[in-house]
C-alpha cells in the first residue's frame, strides 16, 4: 500500500491517493479541493480510482469531489448517517467556505464494519460518531484514516449543531484505542501518529 498526502485549501485538509502498488487499484480519501498536482499524481502513477471516500462531509473534506469523481468516474461513498449533510450546502457549510453550494447524491451508504476490497488491500469501515453523526474512520490493517475524530494530540470540534462530546470520547476510546498501539494514523488535518502515542498522550482523549 502506497499512501500520498496532498493538503487541500485556507483549512489545510488532508487529502489521501491511496493505492496498491501490485495492481494500481486506488481511492481518494476525502478530496477537499481539486487541482493539478493531484490528477498530474493519478495520471503518472497511472492510478485505477475505484472510489472516492468522505470520513465526513464538512466543507473542508468535500471541495473537489465533484471534480474528483467526473475526472476519475469514480462512485462517491460516505456513511449513511452523513448522507444529508453531503446533500445540503447549508449543513456541509460550502457556502461558507467556497462561497457556493455543493450538494453532492452519494453512490454508496456506507455502514460500521462494513470491509471494501481494494486491489490487494481490505479497507474496514468504522463509525466514529461525534465531530459529527456520520464520521467514519478507514481501518487498512497497519493505517487509519481518522478523518476529523482523532488527530495528532487533539481531537475532532464538537460545536458544529450536529456534534457529540461525550459521542467522539466514546467511538475514540471503544472502537479506535482498541486498535492495535502501532497502527500508523493519517488524520483530516495536521500530522500523522500513531494510536499508542495518543493513549499515552492525547490530552482530550487518554486510554483508561
Ligand atoms: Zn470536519
Ligand atoms: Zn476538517
Not at 161 to 169: D, L, M, Q, R, V
Request: net charge negative.
Amino acid at each position: 500500500m502506497k499512501i500520498k498526502l496532498f493538503i487541500m485549501g485556507a483549512y489545510q485538509e488532508n487529502c489521501y491517493v491511496v493505492f496498491c502498488e501490485k495492481t494500481g487499484k486506488a481511492f481518494i480519501v476525502d478530496p477537499g479541493y481539486f487541482n493539478v498536482q493531484l490528477a498530474d499524481y493519478i495520471e503518472e502513477n497511472k492510478l485505477d480510482i475505484q472510489f472516492i471516500i468522505l470520513t465526513h462531509a464538512h466543507g473542508d473534506h468535500i471541495g473537489g469531489v465533484e471534480e474528483a469523481k467526473q475526472k476519475f468516474d469514480a462512485p462517491v461513498y460516505i456513511h449513511k448517517e452523513e448522507a444529508s449533510i453531503l446533500r445540503n450546502a447549508e449543513k456541509n457549510a460550502s457556502i461558507h467556505i467556497w462561497g457556493r453550494k455543493i450538494s453532492i447524491e452519494p453512490d454508496r451508504l456506507l455502514k460500521d464494519g462494513e470491509v471494501i476490497e481494494v486491489g490487494e488491500m481490505n479497507l474496514k469501515i468504522i463509525h466514529t460518531p461525534g465531530h459529527s453523526p456520520g464520521c467514519i474512520c478507514i481501518y487498512a490493517g497497519t493505517v487509519l484514516f481518522s478523518g476529523d475524530t482523532l488527530f495528532a494530540d487533539s481531537i475532532g470540534r464538537t460545536d458544529f449543531p450536529e456534534s457529540s462530546t461525550e459521542a467522539i470520547i466514546k467511538s475514540i476510546k471503544e472502537k479506535i484505542y482498541t486498535l492495535p498501539e502501532d497502527t500508523q494514523v493519517f488524520p483530516g488535518h495536521g500530522p500523522s501518529t500513531t494510536i499508542g502515542y495518543e493513549k499515552k498522550h492525547n490530552y482530550f482523549v487518554r486510554a483508561d
